[in-house]
């Protein structure tokens, strides 16, 4: 449930316009669209097993890049989606993150964000 808040609170802070703690807010990309994303310090996503960062919430989805295991990115954003089987888990969320300079969605299982 924090997780579905957070990615609301975030779109709704960029709606408004308001930025927190001096990083600029914007909405989350629409598929195939880039932007600038500075993620809180306090929401980092890092990846538990190696996975494909896609341009949508489905695994039919072009892949953008690799968010690599170990590796930290800033989450954005969840949403419910395609039913997958991942990283030894079953889910229908998915996760929109910040890896470098991808931007894109990727499978909740094999992520592993922390929340202030």
Known sequence: MRR????????????????????????????????????PASWPAKAKESVKIRTAPRTSATAVGLFPKGATGCYIASKLSEKYTACGRTSTEWELISYGSKHGWIMHTCDRTYYP
Request: hydrophobic share 60%; net charge positive.
């Open 4 to 39: 579905k808040f957070a990615g609301v609170a975030v779109a709704a802070i960029a709606i408004v316009g308001i930025g927190t703690a001096g990083a600029p807010a914007v909405a989350a990309p629409a598929s195939g669209v880039r932007a600038t994303i500075d993620c």
